[in-house]
DNA sequence: AGGCTACCGTACCAATGGGTACGGTGCAAG
DNA sequence: CTTGCACCGTACCCATTGGTACGGTAGCCT
């Protein structure tokens, strides 16, 4: 394999601009709006090779939102090392600062949108995005319990508790359009908050 | 007035009997799929007065949320006496019985939807809905804290909480359709949790 | 050079559905 | 009985958009 290090194996730089493009739209315009021939034009394509490529609407967006996500998990489970203090309150702004972007709205809204008439793109998000990030968070917590310094029982609620105390409805009030996506020192507030709340519920000390 | 005691002022029921078709096509079909043409059938009604009446199909479901909302919100809020420990456990199991209905998955698809082309639905929701229980059970958190039964700051982020370790992502996860509604022994399993950590948190004793 | 492949741009097709117009009917007031 | 109003049912208009067809072109292989 000639490939470079750590990409992944064969992508077509293409295809990627296309991708990004695809969710340079549903960004900005929302899933329902987001025509197929405002992509190809702006990708500098055509329709044909749209379809072509990726057969119908509904599948390009299916792999615009796989990628994405497989994309924010990564960034998000960047340095899961350390004493639950402080990975905790890492962990919750980066979690709290990812689902403010315009990016995870637009594609939840999407998931939702769409969940009455086909469930595929709300279970590729859990499959590509929550699913894994809770295995990797209860992994660790589960670690630190051994290490004796939390206690719970099931580290799947334990892991729902803190994302709760975290997150509270905002998510939720987000994509409504209710409250505008959290600012920086909000952001801030709660993974503080909900790391010192979790603590209480769980730490041992 | 000549109404009964508790009725709304002057609700024409063929009014209602309207709103009320619409929101089970609604439900049935998702906001996307719901066509004018469906509801005047099933109301045997024709399109003409449905527009006569509510101007277009935004207006109409503007107006079938507000009403859902408000009727979800008054069952809601049914006996908010007594101990924090019974409270928090019976508003907890009414809250997530109303968030796992058909009724309230198909409101919030709708909302979110329909957000990124207007916040109208999402704002009518969030007054109807969200405000007003969260005003009522913050009020009663005061006063328990008056009481001298709880402990905290701030009431309203105490409420978050109490919500977030109650429902975690469990909402957005059923919106998007990454699982199924919540079932009874999950509701009931869920409220007594949500109560016992956040009195653990907030109580006193 | 010749031809093949991939792709661009655009025109086209068909379905859908919001919104309007209109003729017909039942009912209530005068 | 007559008039008129509210409403039903249906036909219609028209904009949008997913999806297809096709002609033209640029680059690559032989």
Redesign the interface.
Known sequence: MSNPPDSEPEIDPRRLEILGVAMEILRE??Y??TTMLAVAKRARASKETLYAWFGNKQRLFDEVIRAKADRMNRDLLAGLDGAPAVVLRRFGENLLTLLSSDDSI?I??A???E???D?A???A??AHG?QRTGALMIRYLEGQRDAGRLTFEDPA?AF??F???????????M????IPPLGAEEIAARAE?ATV?FL??YGNS
């Open positions: 315009q929302g329902a709006k637009a939840n809204r998931a939702i949108a969940a009455p008439r469930p793109f709300g279970q998000l859990a929550r609620r729902e508790s994302v709760g105390l975290l997150v509270g409805d905002a998510q939720v009030r994509l409504t359009g209710a908050r709340l209480r519920l």
